[in-house]
C-alpha cells in the first residue's frame, strides 16, 4: 500500500504510519460494470485502485458521459470526501477491480496524526491534477490527432491495446466520433495503430508519440 499513491521517496512512511494506514483501509473488490459509488451519493469514503481499471462518468442514460479512466494508483472521490459534499461522478469497474476503501471516519483522524501520510496523500491528488492540466492544455494546442494519439500512449496495456470504445475516445478528447474515426485511420495509414472492433492496438509507438507532439 505505500508503493501505490504519491512518492514513495517522499515522505517516507514509518511503521506507525504504515499500520496507521492499513487500519484505516478495507479491501474491496468489484466486477464487471459493479460501481464504487455513484454521481450524487453523500461522498462517505474514497478509494485507491489497487488492480484493474475504472470509468468515470456523469449523467445516465443517453445523456451519460465517461470523463476519465483509470487504473492502479489512482485515488478516487477524496475531494468530495474532504468536502463533506456529494461524488461529482459514478465510478465503474472496468473488468474486476480491488480497490481500498478508506472511511472519512476512520481516515481524517490518522492523516491528522501522521504528517508523513498527510503528504503523501497531497502529492497524489497533485499529481492527478497534473495529469489533468495535460490534457487541457493538449486541448488548447495540439491537433486532433496529436490529442488521440497522446491518449492511446496514456491508456495502451501491456500488451499494447487499448480498449476504449470510438465514442469513449471522442468525449474523453471534447470531439466528435467521425472526428476520432478519422484520426484513427491516418494512424493506421502511417503503420502505427491497428483498429478492431472497441480496441485499437498499437504497433508503433515510436509513430504514435511523434504524432502526438502535433
Known amino acids: 500500500m505505500a508503493r501505490s499513491f504519491g512518492r514513495p521517496d517522499y515522505a517516507p512512511l514509518n511503521v506507525d504510519d504504515l499500520r496507521a494506514i492499513s487500519g484505516a483501509g478495507e479491501l474491496v473488490s468489484a466486477e464487471n460494470d459493479a460501481h464504487l459509488f455513484r454521481e450524487g451519493g453523500e461522498a462517505v469514503a474514497a478509494y485507491l485502485i489497487q488492480n484493474g481499471s475504472v470509468r468515470l462518468y456523469r449523467g445516465s442514460g443517453r445523456e451519460r458521459r465517461v470523463i476519465a479512466r483509470v ?74 490527432r496529436g490529442r488521440l494519439a497522446e491518449l492511446l500512449l496514456d491508456e495502451v496495456d501491456r500488451t499494447g491495446t487499448v480498449t476504449l470504445s470510438q465514442s469513449s475516445m471522442a468525449t474523453l478528447l471534447g470531439i466528435t466520433r467521425q472526428t476520432v474515426n478519422e484520426a484513427l485511420g491516418d494512424l493506421a495509414a502511417e503503420g502505427a495503430v491497428e483498429t478492431g472492433y472497441r480496441e485499437v492496438r498499437v504497433v508503433d509507438a515510436q509513430k504514435l508519440a511523434a504524432a502526438a507532439d502535433q
Open 71 to 144: 487504473g492502479t494508483g489512482a485515488v478516487l472521490g477524496d475531494i468530495a470526501m474532504f468536502a463533506d459534499s456529494r461524488y461529482h461522478s459514478s465510478a465503474q469497474a472496468i473488468g474486476d477491480v480491488t480497490a481500498i476503501r478508506f472511511d472519512r471516519d476512520r481516515l481524517l483522524p490518522e492523516l491528522g496524526r501522521h504528517p508523513a501520510i498527510c503528504m503523501r496523500w497531497l502529492v497524489a491528488g497533485l499529481n492527478q491534477l497534473e495529469d489533468t492540466q495535460r490534457r487541457v492544455i493538449g486541448l488548447l494546442h495540439k491537433t486532433a
